[in-house]
């Protein structure tokens, strides 16, 4: 085991006793404290899903909100059927819709629930990864058809009103009820839900950007052309990588639903998605656990300045993240990374570099 996964380790498990343990005890275990910070470790997992592309693959996606609102919306239809019983969802009668919708039939089904907002995600960012990455679109054409991709599933959402709620989105939902438990979202036992699921998409994060599958990745985004010629198919890497992150932004926004009780089409704003990039860019976009912690500080910024600054928040979010990219632009993460590289040298001889770099390591594969 290197030092950087022991201390990735370490790093999860005093953040995993902060969450579920200093946070309740901090808060009193106040039911509306909690459900506010239940909204945050929510944001987390999106957060920390962009990072994986982002940072892991080199691969900056702008539309990432589009992705997180098609889980929030799967969880949504669920509960709003679940509201309206034997009867239409309200705002169908209002666009004139008679019959409930084909479409909408098989979110009766929790199972399929689940799994939807986990599949769909992943299915939609396959499809414009293979679009994409099959035609060695690279860099910031990345982020461009991304945003473009956003925008124009935002405005269908907004204009398919008897189908989605149109602005208003998704209201007056039920209470999800899971294994037989009825979720109150103010309940301690709501709030480690969220926290559970945000440790195991952090452990599954970090297992990944650990692993030879990792590696390559980090290879791709170094220097494409040359993992290429060892042999790598790297379009394939590039797609597997962007599901991934797309299925992760899904089950972020189907926790994002149940904690806001409404899905809305703001969730797949251009201003949220770029909110996205800079939780991630602030905590450090080469760490799935430093990207879930931006997303944390800066959102907890937001609820406490947001009140004061109703007008300005934006235009400090915006110079925060001016801030971070000329003078920390590998975030708060790096700027751990080099004090500790600071500290090291001054106390005794230099160590060598844990993380070898990727041509080393890939060559030493291809040897063997």
Same mark, same amino acid.
């Given at each position: 085991? #290197?030092?950087? !996964?022991?201390? $990735? /380790?370490?790093?999860? +498990? ?40 982002? +940072? ?22 669920? !509960? ?6 034997? @009867?239409? =969802? ?5 666009? #004139?819709? $008679? ?21 769909? =995600? ?6 414009? *990864? ?14 461009? /058809? ?10 269908? &959402? ?9 602005? #208003? ?15 109150? /979202? ?19 994060? !970090?297992? !990944? ?13 170094? $220097? ?8 790598? @198919? &790297? ?16 089950? *972020? ?42 997303? /944390? ?12 600054? &109703? ?26 990374? $080099?004090? +500790? ?14 993380? =070898?770099?990727?041509? #080393? ?8």
């Amino acid at each position: 085991m #290197n030092s950087k !996964l022991s201390y $990735d /380790i370490i790093g999860l +498990g005093l953040f995993a006793a902060v969450v579920l343990f200093g946070v309740p005890a901090f808060f009193g275990y106040d039911g509306y404290e909690l459900n506010t910070f239940a909204r945050y470790l929510s944001l987390a997992i999106v957060s920390m899903a962009l990072a994986l592309s982002w +940072g892991t693959a080199g691969l900056l996606n702008l539309g990432q909100a589009a992705t997180f609102g098609m889980g929030s919306y799967a969880m949504a239809m669920h !509960l709003k059927l679940k509201a309206s019983g034997d @009867n239409l =969802p309200d705002f169908m009668g209002w666009n #004139n819709v $008679d019959t409930l919708p084909t479409l909408w039939l098989p979110f009766h089904s929790l199972t399929f629930t689940l799994l939807a907002g986990l599949l769909i =995600p992943a299915a939609v960012g396959g499809l414009i *990864a293979i679009f994409m990455f099959r035609a060695r679109i690279a860099g910031v054409f990345v982020a461009v /058809i991304t945003l473009a991709f956003l925008v124009a599933f935002q405005l269908l &959402v907004v204009e398919q009103q008897g189908f989605t709620g149109g602005q #208003n989105g998704l209201t007056g939902l039920a209470q999800l009820t899971l294994f037989g438990w009825t979720i109150d /979202i103010y309940s301690v036992s709501f709030y480690y839900l969220v926290g559970i699921c945000l440790m195991v998409a952090l452990t599954f994060g !970090l297992y !990944l950007t650990h692993s030879k599958f990792g590696l390559i990745l980090r290879a791709i985004r170094d $220097d494409v052309e040359r993992t290429r010629y060892f042999g790598y @198919n &790297v379009a394939t890497y590039q797609t597997v990588i962007f599901c991934i992150s797309a299925a992760l932004a899904g089950w *972020a926004g189907m926790l994002y639903a149940l904690v806001l009780e409404f899905a809305s089409p703001t969730y797949m704003s251009v201003s949220f998605s770029l909110a996205i990039v800079i939780w991630c860019a602030v905590g450090g976009r080469e760490s799935v656990l430093a990207a879930a912690m931006g997303a /944390i500080l800066v959102n907890l910024a937001e609820g406490r300045l947001s009140d004061v600054f &109703v007008e300005g928040w934006h235009m400090m979010l915006g110079l925060m993240f001016l801030l971070v990219v000329m003078f920390m632009p590998r975030g708060i993460y790096g700027v751990i990374v $080099d004090a +500790g590289r600071a500290l090291r040298r001054r106390g005794g001889p230099a160590e060598p570099v844990e993380d =070898p770099s990727y041509d #080393n390591s890939l060559s030493r594969k291809q040897e063997s």
